[in-house]
Structure formats: structure tokens, C-alpha cells
T-cell receptor
């Protein structure tokens, strides 16, 4: 089945630094990738939607300049948390949609990245 | 505005029992209704999904019941096992839109 590889699984960074999270579709081409944020014991909250080769669409309240999303190829999307602060500490999860999926069963999730800003 | 309402928030079931989680939606454009299982520190994994043209779908111990007129769908886990203890999310989408998730149900199956 479709696999989405997300790295790193855990990262600890100092306040003020930037962190990049990668999301790769391993055996399919992802026309669309979604980035979610999840706080402890809460649901997934959509941060942004990115389509290959175009600018990401951010959800209301998500700072575009803080959460930079790049979807330069059909198999790779990156989320960069710039000038991270402790309040950015969270679990970030990507999801990729299979371009060739003939059904909605094309949503595949990565394993998530636990970001801790100290 | 929460588009998918999920209940209960938490659920404790005896081993071998039936776990039932319910979701309700408002957007009639939704045409895809998946359930995800998430273990701590992991991403959500697709459990089972249904489209509105069927009223029920069964895969192993997991069954989705769908009521289009009531705009409700539910997950039934038969013969619940301790290994089923996890957080379950219902979701919905239509077209190429992103999934909208319910708030989640923490299931604990006790022996």
C-alpha cells in the first residue's frame, strides 16, 4: 500500500532556531499534501494544503511566515518551523494524497514529528 | 465551527465487548467517511471507510454503519481486545478537500 515517510520522528531545538520536517511519498506521486498539528489529547488540526509546484494554502490563524511549506516535487513536501518558540512544541503530521488514486482512499498519513522547543 | 461531531470522548469496554463510537456531520457535500486509529506518538492509520451509497461496511471486527438521512455514522468494534486501546477519529471529506476530523475517542479495553 501507499507509504508516507516523515522525518524526523522527534526533534528538540532551541528557541529561535528553525526546524525542517520532511514528508515523502515512497511509492506514489502525491499531488496534494496536507500538514496537520496535534496537541496532546486533541484532534488533528489542518495547518495548510500544498499542491505540487504551487504555493501552499494556509488555514485561518496559521502564520505563513512561521510555517513555511514547500512542495517542490510530487514526492516531497517540507514544513519549516522558523524562529521556533516553546508554544510551537507539538506533534506535526503530514498526509499525502495519491494522484492516481481513483477513490478517496488516497489519503495516507506520515508517522508524525514530535517537536519540542526548549 | 466543528463540522464533524464525535462522541463519546472516552470509552471503557470490557474485553470481548462491543465498542461503539458515533459521529455526526452537517455538510451534505461530504462523500467519504473514514475512521482512523491512532496510538500514542504515531500518525493516524486508516481503519475502515465508507461512502454514502452504502449503509454498512464490515471489515473483520470493524463495522461502519451509515445513516445518510440522519447525517450520522458510527464505528462498531466487535470482540474488543486490549490491543484495540487507542484513540479513534472519525473524519469526512468531499472532492479533493482535506479531511475534517472529529475530536477523537479514547478507547480503553480492559481485561
Amino acid at each position: 500500500g501507499a507509504v508516507v515517510s516523515q522525518h524526523p520522528s522527534r526533534v528538540i531545538c532551541k528557541s529561535g532556531t528553525s526546524v525542517k520536517i520532511e514528508c515523502r511519498s515512497l511509492d506514489f506521486q502525491a499531488t496534494t499534501m496536507f500538514w496537520y498539528r496535534q496537541f496532546p489529547k486533541q484532534s488533528l488540526m489542518l495547518m495548510a494544503t500544498s499542491n505540487e509546484g504551487s504555493k501552499a494554502t494556509y488555514e485561518q490563524g496559521v502564520e505563513k511566515d512561521k510555517f513555511l511549506i514547500n512542495h517542490a516535487s510530487l514526492t516531497l513536501s517540507t514544513l519549516t518551523v522558523t524562529s521556533a518558540h516553546p508554544e510551537d512544541s507539538s506533534f506535526y503530521i503530514c498526509s499525502a494524497r495519491d494522484r492516481d488514486s481513483i477513490s478517496h482512499y488516497g489519503y495516507t498519513f506520515g508517522s508524525g514529528t514530535r517537536l519540542t522547543v526548549v | 465551527q466543528q463540522q464533524v461531531k464525535q462522541s463519546p470522548q472516552s470509552l471503557i469496554v470490557q474485553k470481548g465487548g462491543i465498542s461503539i463510537i458515533n459521529c455526526a456531520y452537517e455538510n451534505t457535500a461530504f462523500d467519504y467517511f473514514p475512521w482512523y486509529q491512532q496510538f500514542p506518538g504515531k500518525g493516524p492509520a486508516l481503519l475502515i471507510a465508507i461512502r454514502p451509497d452504502v449503509s454498512e461496511k464490515k471489515e473483520g471486527r470493524f463495522t461502519i454503519s451509515f445513516n445518510k438521512s440522519a447525517k450520522q455514522f458510527s464505528l462498531h468494534i466487535m470482540d474488543s481486545q486490549p490491543g484495540d486501546s487507542a484513540t479513534y477519529f472519525c473524519a469526512a471529506s468531499w472532492g479533493n478537500t482535506p479531511l475534517v476530523f472529529g475530536k477523537g475517542t479514547r478507547l480503553s479495553v480492559i481485561a
